[in-house]
């Protein structure tokens, strides 16, 4: 499974964004996606993820009730919406993906870089 992030920018705060992660591949391995970020000078971390089939839903606590994750299988696409975002969002964000519950991560690409203004 290959995954590409695209549709990052700048934003003001309080402003919104949506991102997308298209995969292709074998994607009946898909189990879920998650988004995971990166900020300038800190650690990877969990932000939301989605199962590829169920679709349950789950979020950081740092995003939870501004951010909300969606998936389209017919287009093999994920998308993270982002509203009332706030400087400290600025982030790359990557997708990954697992094959099985509790399974590693991964097919992290490029990322796409968000960066919110104050």
């Known amino acids: 499974v290959q995954l590409q992030a695209s549709g990052g920018g700048l934003v003001q705060a309080g402003g919104s964004l949506k991102i997308s992660c298209a995969a292709s591949g074998r994607t009946d391995s898909i189990y879920a996606i998650a988004w995971f970020r990166q900020a300038p000078g800190k650690e990877r971390e969990f932000a939301s993820g989605?199962?590829?089939?169920?679709?349950?839903?789950y979020y950081a606590d740092s995003v939870k009730g501004r951010f909300a994750v969606s998936k389209d299988n017919a287009k093999n696409t994920v998308y993270l919406q982002m509203n009332s975002l706030k400087p400290e969002d600025t982030a790359v964000y990557y997708c990954?993906?697992?094959?099985?519950?509790?399974?590693?991560?991964?097919?992290w690409g490029r990322g796409t870089l968000v960066t919110v203004s104050s």
């Open positions: 990954a993906y697992q094959t099985l519950a509790n399974a590693p991560f991964g097919s």
């Open positions: 989605i199962n590829w089939n169920a679709g349950y839903t």
